[in-house]
């Protein structure tokens, strides 16, 4: 659709513009460049993992909070205590409060506040302060409000009301319970058809947009982790993939994903892998995609929704899995069949010559600092090579557990042999050949 190739597009270029300046609102942009409390306690022991969830039902329980404060990273998502008095109101008070229960089991935790930087959710403070002042609202050329899902659009052309939406967030980290933000509807798209708005005005609000993004980094400082959903930014130091691997947000493929995985790495940023719905399948693929790309703090997560009883307090076998460091970055290998069984001995007759993952990688890496999407460019890419068979891909870590995937099959077949006997996915890599 027309809306989409405009955002992947001529918004993005022009924030790549305002990033060669360095310049928003006459500030230099805060990027961290020396970052050491930034980052989240992170261990290849095991898979890292990441929490992102609330309890409708009031303040975490000692056996919740016995499970969240085991990871790293924990966001606290909108609807926490969502039905204690005030009924659905005050979300910032009450994501505060939870965040000092995990603060005071575990203070190494880090501890994010949901926040969307589009969709003004009824149950923030901010939300009443809009009613008052509708200013804050996005309206179309008609003079009506533009809605998703019923509910109002921030209108973050004008720095007055950026500056009322950081302020709120500043308010909640003054508590010194939080370590930054979570922002929802990173990546933004609308029908503007639908929605009444000419391209001009499209244009206007996605450009105010991303330096709304950026702006939120810069006002909390470098060392808060600001974790923008479904899109990278280069000034801002986190990033998720909502659907990771499979049909995520972003429109990228599964390799492209991957690859999208790794270039956060590359940039040292926090990633957050979260792959849904998490049926045994969609998890034992994302999970082998996921430690085929993660780097330095990624961190994976699998669920069907945000409240703590989606799966958030479930604890996979493969969580207390011994990991190690991984030994290498993805390899191309000719076939996953017995790749994991005999160790690295037998592996090197493994050895694919086909230049696809490698061309692939290059092509991406040459775009990628152009385009904080790379979905359009990787399909792009494909299409001329038409006879070239997509990769089988594989890693292997210190510990000897190994994983491979094959992306010839549609969703990809996926294999994990773990050190300790166990196999997670198709038992093919550990099959004779």
């Known amino acids: 659709m027309a809306f989409i190739q405009f955002v992947a597009s001529s918004t ?40 992102h969830a609330y309890d409708p039902s009031g303040p975490f329980n000692a056996t919740e909070l016995d499970l969240i404060v085991k990871f790293p990273l924990v966001t606290i998502e ?6 204690v008095s005030p009924v659905s109101q005050d979300a910032e008070d009450k994501i505060v409060a939870a965040a000092k229960q995990i603060k005071t089991r575990n203070a190494t935790v880090k ?30 050329e008609m003079g009506k409000p533009v809605l998703i899902f019923g509910q109002q659009v921030f209108d973050v052309r004008p720095e007055a009301n950026r500056r009322v939406w950081i302020n709120d967030l500043l308010t909640a980290d003054k508590s010194g319970y939080i370590d930054g933000a979570f922002v929802d509807r990173g990546l933004f798209a609308l029908d503007i058809r639908t929605a009444n708005i000419s391209e001009e005005t499209w244009k206007e609000y996605l450009l105010a947009h991303d330096k709304h993004m950026l ?27 909502e659907r990771f691997f499979l049909k995520d947000f972003d429109g990228n493929k599964p390799y492209a994903d991957l690859l999208a995985l790794m270039h956060e790495g590359n940039m040292s ?67 996953a069949r017995g790749y994991c069984r005999n160790g690295t001995a037998n592996r090197e007759s493994y050895a694919s010559t086909s230049p ?16 904080h999407r790379i979905s359009h ?25 190994c994983v491979t995937v094959d992306f010839n099959t549609d969703p990809p077949t996926s294999c994990i042999a773990w050190t300790g006997g166990k196999v997670t996915g198709s038992p093919i890599c550990l099959q004779t050949v």
């Not at 899109?231 to 993939?241: L, T």
């Not at 490698?358 to 092509?363: A, F, R, S």
């Not at 070239?388 to 510990?399: G, K, Q």
Request: net charge neutral.
């Open 111 to 140: 501890v994010l506040m949901y926040t969307n930087a589009v969709m003004d959710w009824s149950m923030y403070k901010l939300h009443a302060y809009c009613e008052q002042h509708q200013e804050m609202w996005f309206h179309n």
């Open 356 to 371: 696809f993952w490698e061309k692939l990688k290059v092509h991406a890496r040459k775009v990628e600092f152009k385009r």
């Open 269 to 335: 940023h926090i990633a957050e892998a979260h792959a849904s719905p998490c049926t045994e399948d969609v998890f034992n693929v994302t999970l082998a995609a996921f430690l085929l790309g993660a780097e330095k703090y990624a961190y994976y997560g699998c669920t069907d929704g945000w409240s703590v009883n989606t799966g958030w307090l479930t604890w996979r076998e493969e969580y207390s899995q011994k990991l190690g460091v991984p030994t290498s970055q993805p390899t191309t290998i000719r076939t």
């Open 377 to 401: 460019w990787i399909d792009e890419y494909k299409t001329s090579y038409p006879d070239e068979a997509s990769p089988i891909l594989a890693r292997v870590f210190s510990t000897g557990t």
């Open 78 to 83: 909108k609807g926490q205590s969502i039905r």
């Open 215 to 241: 702006e939120i980094q810069q006002a909390m400082g470098p060392d808060k982790i600001i974790i923008s959903n479904n899109k990278d930014y280069d000034g801002v130091s986190a990033r998720m993939f």
């Open 12 to 51: 993005l270029n022009a924030v790549v513009v305002l990033l060669m300046l360095g310049l928003v609102s006459g500030r230099a942009l805060a990027v961290p460049s020396s970052r050491t409390s930034l980052y989240p306690i992170f261990s290849w022991n095991s898979v890292p993992l990441f929490w």
